[in-house]
């Protein structure tokens, strides 16, 4: 497992933009995929995006396609979520993972095994 610390969150107005980051330790960065998951107050965590270990390729939920980007400095071993446009539907707290192995099932919260402490998120409208 890989130790990971997100930050960035905050309280931003509708159609604001934040960009959220996420530092691991611990194993060899670059042997993950990364993903970033949400979970809003009441609901089950959904998946919000993933990238490929070296960056080439990044998958996203409908919810948040063409408004936000996922990208990775493995230099720095660090992912980030750069989220434009923001709505009320947003607010949740974000969370980033590592996932060993390949991409399958990448949408999977399951798939992943190491964990931040999660970054509270919240949109004003």
């Known amino acids: 497992q890989v130790q990971l610390v997100e930050s960035g969150g905050g309280l931003v107005q509708a159609g604001g933009s934040l960009r959220l980051s996420c530092v691991a330790s611990g194993r060899t960065f670059s042997n993950y995929i990364m993903g970033w998951f949400r979970q809003a107050p009441g609901k089950e965590r959904e998946f919000v995006g993933a990238?490929?270990?070296?960056?080439?390729?990044?998958y996203y939920a409908d919810s948040v396609k063409g408004r936000f980007t996922i990208s990775r400095d493995n230099a720095k071993s660090t992912v980030y979520l750069q989220m434009n446009s923001l709505k009320a539907g947003d607010t949740a707290v974000y969370y980033c993972?590592?996932?060993?192995?390949?991409?399958?099932?990448?949408?999977?919260?399951?798939?992943?095994?190491?964990w931040g402490q999660g970054t509270q998120v919240t949109v004003s409208s």
């Open positions: 993972a590592a996932k060993p192995g390949n991409l399958n099932r990448y949408y999977r919260d399951d798939e992943y095994d190491s």
């Open positions: 990238i490929s270990r070296a960056g080439g390729s990044t």
